[in-house]
């Protein structure tokens, strides 16, 4: 498996422009996570998806922020309209778990958003 | 607010040596997880101790755990240059979701 595909890698755009981040979990895997790292607030979890339905979204910062799961290998975040203090480093993981026990999450290689 | 804190914040020791990293959490937990995160990558899992578990090792790292503390510690024997990253503890915080504390860069001199 190539593990979880994020993209793209890098993105930069204009304030006020709609951006959307891309997530292909691997395979079998039944719950999907969306963290923002930045230097300021570390690694904080957006969003978790169990099975394709978003079970915790209380950590999405505002409604600018949406995220979709369409099917269990697809999922998308956007910002509408994007602000400079979105730039951040956007990681999806993915993970088997089992219950509600939380188990080894896999990362993608993360997008980088710069909004100028 | 994060549920893992880590000590210290930033560590720097020679190659060989052994480095020990802390982490304190404030909610009952399933299982605490130690990841590593190389500059400008993904995050990758290192080792994971469920509650009921005291002592875990995984070749040269070895992670202890005291629920009763709320505290685990993450330590790297014969330390490498090839070691130098950020290394996060990550909490379930009794639940599904994972929460990461801020982190420990460590830094292996050659």
């Known amino acids: 498996d190539a593990g979880v595909i994020q993209s793209p890698r890098h993105e930069v755009t204009e304030m006020g422009q709609e951006v959307t981040l891309r997530c292909k979990p691997i395979s079998g895997h039944n719950s999907l996570f969306w963290y923002r790292q930045t230097m300021m607030r570390g690694l904080e979890l957006l969003i978790y998806?169990?099975?394709?339905?978003?079970?915790?979204d209380s950590g999405m910062p505002e409604d600018r922020f949406s995220a979709k799961m369409p099917n269990a290998s697809f999922s998308t975040l956007k910002i509408q309209p994007s602000e400079p203090r979105d730039s951040a480093v956007y990681f999806c993981?993915?993970?088997?778990?089992?219950?509600?026990?939380?188990?080894?999450?896999?990362f993608g290689q993360g997008t980088r958003l710069t909004v100028v | 607010s994060q549920q893992g804190e880590e000590d210290p914040q930033a560590l720097s020791i020679q190659e060989g040596e052994n480095a020990t990293m802390n982490c304190s959490y404030k909610?009952?937990?399933?299982?605490l997880q130690w990841y590593r995160q190389n500059s400008g990558r993904g995050l990758v899992h290192l080792i994971l101790i469920r509650s009921n578990e005291r002592e875990k090792h995984s070749g040269r790292l070895r992670v202890t755990l005291d629920t009763s503390k709320k505290s685990s510690s993450l330590l790297i024997t014969a330390s490498r240059a090839a070691d130098t990253a950020s290394y996060f503890c990550?909490?379930?915080?009794?639940?599904?979701?994972?929460?990461f504390g801020a982190g420990t860069r460590l830094f292996v001199k050659a």
């Open positions: 909610t009952s937990i399933n299982n």
């Open positions: 990550a909490t379930d915080a009794g639940g599904f979701k994972t929460i």
């Open positions: 993981a993915s993970s088997l778990g089992f219950g509600t026990v939380a188990t080894e999450a896999f």
């Open positions: 998806f169990n099975n394709n339905v978003p079970i915790d």
